[in-house]
């Protein structure tokens, strides 16, 4: 079964740094672009990560660049998003999800086509 399993999630104060990793199975790694999506109580999913192709094309929502950084390692078919500068509105649960295109209507895709349960992470003030 397909699964993508996120991790590394916890409790950080306003400026700390959490690196997060997903475990991708059960699907054919290399034939979708990999993202990271969050979600907090009462909001709408926000795609804020994603990556695909070779070499590597690399996609930031406008809330997270230049403070987070996604990579890949392929023949570990495993995914990272390392967080930076964190803010209490980054409190969520944030998954790692597989997409077809990272892109579409000039828009980062929240078109997910797999996801995980995803990992919590709450930044306090």
């Known amino acids: 079964d397909v699964q993508l399993q996120a991790s590394g999630g916890g409790l950080v104060r306003r400026g700390g740094t959490l690196r997060l990793s997903c475990a991708a199975s059960?699907?054919?790694?290399?034939?979708?672009?990999i993202a990271w999506f969050r979600q907090a109580p009462g909001k709408e999913r926000e795609g804020i990560s994603c990556?695909?192709?070779?070499?590597?094309?690399?996609y930031y929502a406008d809330s997270v660049k230049g403070r987070f950084t996604i990579s890949r390692v392929n023949a570990k078919n495993t995914i990272y998003l390392q967080m930076n500068s964190l803010k209490p509105e980054d409190t969520a649960v944030y998954h790692c999800?597989?997409?077809?295109?990272?892109?579409?209507?000039?828009?980062?895709?929240?078109?997910?086509?797999?996801w995980g349960q995803g990992t919590l992470v709450t930044v306090s003030s």
């Open positions: 999800a597989a997409t077809a295109s990272c892109v579409v209507g000039g828009e980062l895709s929240t078109m997910y086509v797999h």
């Open positions: 059960g699907f054919t790694f290399d034939d979708y672009a």
């Open positions: 990556i695909s192709g070779s070499p590597a094309r690399l």
